[in-house]
């Protein structure tokens, strides 16, 4: 059970094709498992159109999650914004179902783009997110120091009208990362590695974070829960993120519902949805 709140899952890729055959069914899986909000993610121009459309499908239905997108340019792509007119993304991300910027930012894993092209792309994205006063969506993959250091050139000392700066994308990072984030006011992303018997570092960091900065999401189609390694994850498989939580913070699943529901809405400048799920 998900609680009274229900739970809201911050991170989504439900426009990926491993979707196509049963999409509906899988919003229907969500709503069903206490899920009342989906923010899903484009996380390249190519894609914008498509979660804008997908929000805007589901939100026109009497029943199932409320979804809403944010709009951004991940680093593998980096390569693709040389000359590109990022007056495309202030314009798609004017959209009122659009809550954020996002993902953006840096990896120096798996990336095709060089460091030099994510870097461009990353203040470029940033610029955007100042422009409309939207919170960002981060995806840091071991590239904290970089990271940490445009956010602080972009974030210390800034008055925000409405607080949160955004949030890390399924937070991977040490205590000196974490610190530093949240002292630019950014929420802490939590999805299914938290759950794998190797996280146990990630999960003694997290013990660490204030409860009222976490929110959770499940990424998916990647990262499933452990009880799910090898198959698509899903939305409804939040709850097992929840249930894991509760255990760390010796919270019940209802109050972790709660908070992170509350932190999202906060986060994102949500208003509690009025319908059923």
Not at 218 to 244: H, V, W
Request: charged share 25%.
């Amino acid at each position: 059970m998900s609680g009274p709140d229900g739970l809201i899952d911050t991170h989504a890729h439900l426009c990926d094709p491993r979707f196509d055959p049963d999409r509906e069914a899988v919003l229907a899986r969500a709503g069903a498992g206490g899920i009342v909000t989906i923010v899903e993610i484009a996380d390249r121009p190519a894609g914008w159109e498509a979660s804008r459309s997908l929000a805007l499908s589901a939100n026109g239905k009497e029943t199932g999650p409320r979804m809403l997108w944010s709009c951004g340019f991940h680093p593998h792509y980096a390569q693709e914004a040389a000359g590109f007119d990022f007056t495309s993304m202030v314009g798609a991300a004017r959209d009122p179902d659009c809550v954020a910027v996002g993902e953006i930012g840096l990896d120096t894993v798996k990336s095709r783009s060089s460091r030099d092209d994510q870097i461009r792309l990353f203040r470029e994205a940033l610029e955007v997110a100042g422009e409309l006063d939207k919170p960002v969506v981060i995806h840091c993959r071991e590239a904290q120091a970089d990271t940490l250091r445009i956010l602080r050139s972009f974030f210390g000392g800034l008055s925000r009208r409405d607080g949160a700066a955004g949030v890390i994308h399924c937070f991977s990072g040490d205590i000196h990362f974490a610190e530093g984030c949240l002292d630019l006011g950014f929420y802490i992303g939590v999805d299914g590695p938290v759950t794998y018997p190797s996280s146990g570092p990630l999960r003694e960091v997290l013990r660490q974070v204030p409860l009222d900065r976490i929110v959770l999401e499940t990424d998916c189609p990647y990262l499933p829960p452990q009880a799910m390694r090898g198959q698509r994850n899903e939305p409804a498989a939040l709850g097992d993120i929840s249930r894991k939580l509760a255990g760390l913070f010796d919270r019940s699943p209802d109050e972790i519902a709660r908070i992170t529901s509350e932190n999202a809405r906060t986060l994102f400048r949500l208003r509690r949805p009025r319908r059923d799920p």
